[in-house]
């Protein structure tokens, strides 16, 4: 089964970390990335650019309103995720926990429907 496994975290934290302790971060994402995609349990993984940059549409009457920023505020953002292939939601759990991220921000781990067209 596939899981999305939402990376949710304080974009102020990144912003007032020391470059040394980012950079270390960083290179722990890189070696969960190469684990999780040698394991066979990749399926995607992206990083999101900044809340800042995000836009919120919504319809309502019909009528389209798009405004700028995340859909809420919020202490967290989302800002990134995996798609990974386990058997359950207790390995994406094993998985999610291994996120740098899931230390000082939040995982949410999603199973993906599978649409019937």
């Known amino acids: ?3 999305l496994l939402l990376i949710y975290d304080a974009e102020k ?3 007032a970390m020391p470059a040394a302790e980012a950079k270390k971060l960083r290179e722990e994402y890189q ?7 040698a394991s066979g349990h ?3 993984a992206e990083a999101l ?8 549409v919504r319809v309502r009457d019909g009528k389209i309103a798009a ?12 800002g990134g995720f995996y798609l ?15 996120i740098p991220s899931a230390r000082h921000g ?4 999603r199973a993906i429907r599978k649409v019937v067209p």
């Open 42 to 44: 990749m399926k995607a």
């Open 1 to 3: 089964m596939q899981y």
């Open 13 to 15: 934290i990144w912003e």
């Open 84 to 98: 990974v292939e386990a058997k359950d939601v207790a390995e994406a759990t094993q998985i999610a926990a291994r």
């Open 31 to 37: 070696a969960l990335n190469r684990d999780i995609t």
């Open 106 to 109: 939040a995982i949410e781990i």
């Open 67 to 78: 405004t700028d920023g995340p859909f809420a505020e919020a202490r967290e953002q989302l």
């Open 49 to 56: 650019e900044s809340v800042r940059t995000a836009t919120t």
